[in-house]
């Protein structure tokens, strides 16, 4: 989700060409991704479009083979994506054009994660809420617990995001994907967002 919100992970073709070459994997995979970034992958969609042949691919049948399809939207590669439980991957990773899909999978490295929950007995009632930081390699970074008093659900809630955005703040942590089971919470936070105040959040 904050990826979505900060457009400024997004870089042109300068930026993809730089995160490539830089990767830490051997040059042959380097040259494979080049390749996948400027689509002259050798796929059943460029194929036809040389020789005429059919371009649907041959594993589902269900669209034209091109690289997106071969490397994230064939049902086969979607099983593969989700198996590997990746915490920025999300439905709206399925649906970003391919070459947004590979700067925001090619910059992953450096994004923490926020899980936070607010627990009340009652409603309003003694509330707590909690959360803990993670790092990409799912690796602790750091949790919390606060006992809040007497509130409402969603101030227990929204007290759980807030204590973490801050704490990530603290932090100077500048890619966050929050997460949390509150769609009430989760959206004040996407409304609050006006391009790049998230952290103005109190
Ligand atoms: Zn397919």
């Given at each position: 989700?904050?990826?979505?919100?900060?457009?400024?992970?997004?870089?042109?073709?300068?930026?993809?060409?730089?995160?490539?070459?830089?990767?830490?994997?051997?040059?042959?995979?380097?040259?494979?991704?080049?390749?996948?970034?400027?689509?002259?992958?050798?796929?059943?969609?460029?194929?036809?479009?040389?020789?005429?042949?059919?371009?649907?691919?041959?594993?589902?049948?269900?669209?034209?083979?091109?690289?997106?399809?071969?490397?994230?939207?064939?049902?086969?590669?979607?099983?593969?994506?989700?198996?590997?439980?990746?915490?920025?991957?999300d439905s709206e990773s399925f649906i970003l054009s391919s070459r947004d899909w590979f700067i925001k999978n090619l910059g992953s490295k450096g994004w923490f994660k926020l899980n936070f929950d607010g627990a009340v007995k009652g409603n309003p009632g003694p509330?707590?809420?909690?959360?803990?930081?993670?790092?990409?390699?799912?690796?602790?970074?750091?949790?919390?617990?606060?006992?809040?008093?007497?509130?409402?659900?969603?101030?227990?809630?929204?007290?759980?995001?807030?204590?973490?955005?801050?704490?990530?703040?603290?932090?100077?942590?500048?890619?966050?994907?929050?997460?949390?089971?509150?769609?009430?919470?989760?959206?004040?936070?996407?409304?609050?967002?006006?391009?790049?105040?998230?952290?103005?959040?109190?």
């Amino acid at each position: 989700m904050y990826w979505k919100l900060n457009p400024r992970v997004v870089g042109g073709v300068d930026h993809i060409w730089k995160v490539v070459w830089k990767l830490p994997v051997s040059r042959r995979i380097q040259v494979f991704l080049w390749i996948t970034v400027l689509d002259r992958l050798l796929t059943a969609k460029r194929r036809a479009k040389l020789l005429g042949t059919d371009p649907k691919c041959l594993i589902c049948g269900a669209a034209e083979e091109d690289s997106c399809h071969v490397l994230r939207d064939c049902t086969k590669a979607k099983q593969l994506w989700f198996s590997l439980d990746i915490f920025y991957l999300d439905s709206e990773s399925f649906i970003l054009s391919s070459r947004d899909w590979f700067i925001k999978n090619l910059g992953s490295k450096g994004w923490f994660k926020l899980n936070f929950d607010g627990a009340v007995k009652g409603n309003p009632g003694p509330a707590s809420c909690r959360g803990v930081l993670r790092g990409d390699a799912r690796d602790w970074v750091c949790g919390f617990a606060k006992i809040l008093g007497i509130c409402s659900a969603i101030s227990a809630e929204l007290s759980g995001m807030v204590y973490g955005l801050k704490i990530a703040q603290d932090l100077g942590i500048s890619k966050l994907v929050v997460e949390g089971d509150s769609a009430t919470a989760i959206s004040t936070l996407q409304a609050a967002w006006d391009g790049g105040q998230v952290w103005n959040l109190e």
